[in-house]
């Protein structure tokens, strides 16, 4: 298994960063073509998520693993994130794009997406 950490301002200017590094490493996780936009957009949609009250400061932290059989990406976000709404349409988007997804509050209340991507063999 490999690790890739990041972090990146709560602010939308660095969601293009967040996106291209996700298609990166999904590549190098042999997920096909379509597997890399979609989890490209789901990346984006999770970061929206998490910075969507606004936050004044703070960071996002991504952490990209990769597995032989699917690609997991953590996303935490800054403090004061408040959970997803299960029912919301971004929800129902982040559930279409990627194998799992799922919501986790710490105990000092950071929110984490985690979402799967799994790889599969192509035909």
Not at 16 to 22: C, H, V
Not at 42 to 67: M, N, R
Not at 95 to 115: F, K
């Amino acid at each position: 298994m490999n690790t890739i950490d990041l972090a990146v301002p709560a602010t939308p200017e660095y969601v293009g960063l967040i996106r291209s590094a996700a298609a990166h490493i999904a590549a190098h996780a042999d997920l096909t073509i379509d597997a890399i936009d979609d989890l490209r957009l789901a990346v984006d949609e999770a970061f929206a998520v998490l910075i969507a009250h606004k936050p004044e400061s703070g960071v996002v932290t991504i952490k990209f693993q990769i597995h032989s059989e699917r690609l997991d990406i953590e996303l935490t976000g800054p403090a004061g994130s408040p959970p997803p709404d299960k029912t919301s349409f971004a929800w129902t988007v982040l559930s279409a794009l990627v194998h799992e997804v799922s919501a986790d509050t710490s105990p000092a209340g950071l929110v984490t997406l985690l979402l799967t991507a799994k790889v599969v063999a192509s035909a």
